[in-house]
C-alpha cells in the first residue's frame, strides 16, 4: 500500500508499506479515504517528540472504509463508512469507564503518562497513522463510528480530532455566562475553541495570534476579537488594558510546543529540543488572565521539562485544567450543533493535498505557506 | 476604572444570541458533555470484555515503560526496535522511568541515530533519500516570498535555522569527508 513515511526531521515521502493485518481479535482494517494534517503532527515532524521512529506512518485524524474485521468484532462489518476518533482505547479500563478515553492503561507500553494515538510516535504507542491507504484500527466496537449519511466527509474528517479537541478546550474552561476568554492561537483548535466559547455562554472571546490571515478567520468564523501580538510591545499588558485592567476570566492555551513570541523560547524548545514544548502562549494566558481565573491548556507539548510560570499561576490562585480530549464522547453532542446550523466545521479547510503530494502539504503547513490554516490529505476515492 | 466589587460587563445575552449563532446553548453544565470530567459508565463504551485478549507479542520483547506493572495487552507495531538506535531506546525504556530526564533524552538521541542510519543506509538503495522532494521545500518557490514579505509574522526571526538543521549535518560530513580524502593523500605523497 501508499504511506505516507518519516524519514528524520523534517523529511517525509511516501512509499510501499505492507498493508496492516488483524493483530487482535478485535482489530478492523480501514481502507482511508480522507485524512488531515494536524498541528501537533509537526512537533513530530520537527523531531520533537521522542521515540519517533523512521517508516512510522502520520495521522491521527481521518474516516474511511472498513475493510476487514478481526473475529471479535460485533458493531462494524466490511463496507461501513466509519470516522475514527484520534485516541486509541480499550473500553473497559479504570479511566474509559470514567468517560477519559484519551488516559486509556490498555493500549500504550511505551508511556504511562499518555493514552495512545494513530500515528503520534511511539511514545503514545507505536501505532501506525492513518496518512496511508490502509491502517490498523484496535478495538474496532469501541472507537470508530458510522458516519450519519446527513454528515459531510470534511466536518466528519474535523470531528475525528480538531473540533473535538477545540471544543474539550472550551469545556475545561468552565465558562459561564458573561465570561471574557482569550484564546491563544488562531489555528483549527484555536478556532473551534473560540466558537465553542459563544455555546457556553461567553460574554467575548478575544483571538491573539501573528499570523493576519488566520486572526481574518477568527473574526467571520468565530466571530471574535483579534489581536496581532507582532503590533503590541506587551501583549499581556495590551489584555489587561482591553479588559479594563482585570485580565481575562478564562484563557485557552490552543498553540503548545512550537509557540512563538520568544525567539529562545521557541528555539530552545523546538530547535534545540531543550525542553518539552515553548510555553510563550502557556506563560501569556497565565499572565493576562484575572486571579482566581482558569487556564485550558489544548496546545501539545512533549514530556521534557518546559519554563512554565509556574509561581503566577499559584500566587494568583488558578485553576489549571488541561488534557487530550476524548473525542467520541464530545461527537454526540457535536451532531448536534452541526445540524442545528450552529457551525460548519470544514469552513475552516484551506487545502485538499493528494498523498502523493504530502511533503509538499507538510512544508506548506509548517512553514505557513499560502495562507494555510487546516490541510486535509486524500487518500481514496470518495 | 476603580478597583471595585464589579468586572467588566459584557453585551446583553439578547445582543449576543441575536449575534452569535449557537450563543448559550450549551451555557447548562448538564449539556456539556465533558462535564463533570468524570461518568462512570462501564455499558458506555462498547467493550464487550472486562479486560482485553492479548495481542502476541511478537519475535522480541515489546519495550514498555518500568512504570507499567505488566505489558498492556494491545500495541502498535509499526517499526520494531533495531540497530544501534533500538539499543539506546530499549536502554532507556528499560533503565529509566517517565518521571527522569534521561529517559527522554535517550529517546530522543536514539531518534537522530535512527534517522542518520536510515539516510546512510538509503544511499545504498534504488531510492536514496532526497533532501528536496522529502522536505517539500520546493513549494517555497510558489508561496515562500508572499508568505512573508509585508506580513508581521513572529516566525520568520528563526525559520532560518530550519536549512541549518536540515542540510547542516550533510555539509559537515562531506567537508569532514573532503578533509579525510585531502589528509590521506597527503600522506601517500
Known amino acids: ?46 523531531g520533537m517528540m521522542p521515540d519517533t521512529r523512521v517508516g512510522t506512518t502520520f495521522g491521527h485524524e481521518f474516516i474511511g472504509v472498513v475493510d476487514e474485521v478481526g473475529p471479535s468484532v460485533q458493531s462494524l462489518k466490511v463496507g461501513d463508512r466509519v470516522m475514527v476518533p484520534a485516541n486509541i482505547y480499550c473500553g473497559s479500563c479504570f479511566y474509559c469507564t470514567r468517560g477519559l478515553y484519551s488516559n486509556c492503561h490498555n493500549v500504550n507500553p511505551n508511556a504511562t503518562a499518555v493514552g495512545a ?4 510516535s511511539h511514545t ?24 450519519p449519511d446527513w454528515l459531510d466527509d470534511e466536518d466528519a474528517v474535523m470531528l475525528t480530532d480538531a473540533l473535538s479537541t477545540g471544543y474539550f478546550g472550551a469545556q475545561l474552561g468552565d465558562i459561564t455566562a458573561g465570561d471574557t476568554v482569550v484564546v491563544f492561537g488562531a489555528g483549527p483548535v484555536g478556532l473551534y475553541a ?46 489587561k488594558q482591553i479588559t479594563d485592567w482585570f485580565g481575562a476570566d478564562v484563557a485557552i492555551d490552543a498553540v503548545g510546543a512550537e509557540a512563538d513570541g520568544s525567539f529562545l523560547q521557541h528555539v530552545s524548545s523546538a530547535k534545540l529540543k531543550l525542553q518539552g514544548g515553548s510555553p510563550v502562549a502557556l506563560n501569556w494566558a ?56 450552529h457551525l460548519k466545521p470544514s469552513d475552516i479547510v484551506t487545502h485538499r493535498i493528494p498523498l502523493e503530494h504530502i511533503a509538499e502539504g507538510y512544508h506548506i503547513f509548517s512553514s505557513k505557506l499560502d495562507d494555510c490554516i487546516k490541510p486535509l490529505v486524500v487518500v481514496g476515492e470518495r | 476604572m476603580p478597583y471595585t466589587a464589579n468586572k467588566p460587563e459584557p453585551a446583553t445575552r439578547e445582543e449576543l444570541r441575536a449575534r ?24 458506555g463504551t462498547g467493550a464487550h470484555w472486562d479486560f482485553p485478549d492479548r495481542q502476541p507479542e511478537g519475535d522480541q520483547p515489546r519495550e514498555r515503560s518500568i512504570e507499567h506493572g505488566m505489558l498492556p495487552p494491545v500495541f502498535g507495531t509499526s517499526a520494531p526496535l533495531h540497530g544501534v538506535s533500538g539499543a539506546i531506546r530499549r536502554f532507556a525504556y528499560d533503565r529509566f522511568s517517565e518521571g527522569r530526564a534521561a529517559h527522554w533524552l535517550l529517546l530522543i538521541a536514539g531518534d537522530r541515530v535512527d534517522a542518520w542510519g536510515a539516510h546512510l543506509r538509503s544511499l545504498a538503495t534504488l531510492r536514496p533519500d532526497n533532501p528536496i522532494t522529502e522536505t517539500g521545500v520546493v513549494s517555497e518557490l510558489r508561496h515562500g516570498l508572499t508568505a512573508r514579505v509585508g506580513r508581521k509574522r513572529a516566525d520568520v526571526n528563526h525559520q532560518w535555522i530550519d536549512p541549518i538543521l536540515v542540510a547542516g549535518p550533510w555539509v559537515l560530513v562531506g567537508l569532514g569527508a573532503a578533509a579525510g580524502v585531502r589528509a590521506l593523500r597527503r600522506r601517500q605523497r
Not at chain 1, 20 to 31: C, F, L, M, S
Not at chain 1, 117 to 120: A, P, Q
Not at chain 1, 295 to 323: C, E, H, Q, W
Open chain 1, 1 to 46: 500500500m501508499r504511506a505516507m513515511v518519516y524519514r528524520g526531521p523534517y523529511k517525509v515521502r511516501v512509499e510501499e508499506k505492507p498493508k496492516p493485518r488483524i493483530e487482535h481479535p478485535n482489530d478492523a482494517i480501514v481502507r482511508v479515504q480522507l485524512g488531515a494534517i494536524c498541528g501537533s503532527d509537526l512537533h513530530l515532524y520537527h
Open chain 1, 117 to 120: 494515538l494513530y500515528g503520534y
Open chain 1, 124 to 147: 503514545t504507542g507505536g501505532y501506525d497513522g492513518g496518512q496511508a491507504e490502509f491502517v490498523r484500527v484496535p478495538f474496532a466496537d469501541v472507537g470508530p463510528t458510522i458516519i
Open chain 1, 194 to 239: 473560540a466558537k465553542s466559547s459563544w455555546f457556553m455562554g461567553a460574554g467575548r472571546v478575544i483571538v491573539i495570534d501573528h499570523l493576519d490571515y488566520r486572526l481574518e478567520k477568527a473574526r467571520t468564523f468565530a466571530h471574535a476579537e483579534t489581536y496581532n501580538f507582532t503590533e503590541y510591545d506587551d501583549i499581556v499588558v495590551h489584555l
Open chain 1, 286 to 341: 497565565i499572565d493576562s488572565v484575572r486571579k482566581g481565573a482558569t487556564v485550558s491548556v489544548m496546545g501539545a507539548y512533549g514530556p521534557i521539562f518546559s519554563a512554565v510560570k509556574f509561581g503566577d499561576a499559584m500566587n494568583k490562585g488558578l485553576t489549571l485544567r488541561m488534557n487530550q480530549a476524548p473525542m467520541k464522547r464530545q461527537w454526540p453532542r457535536l451532531f448536534e450543533h452541526i445540524q442545528a446550523g
Open chain 2, 20 to 43: 452569535i449563532p449557537g450563543w448559550g446553548v450549551d451555557l447548562d453544565p448538564a449539556d456539556r458533555p465533558s462535564v463533570p470530567r468524570e461518568r462512570f459508565d462501564p455499558n
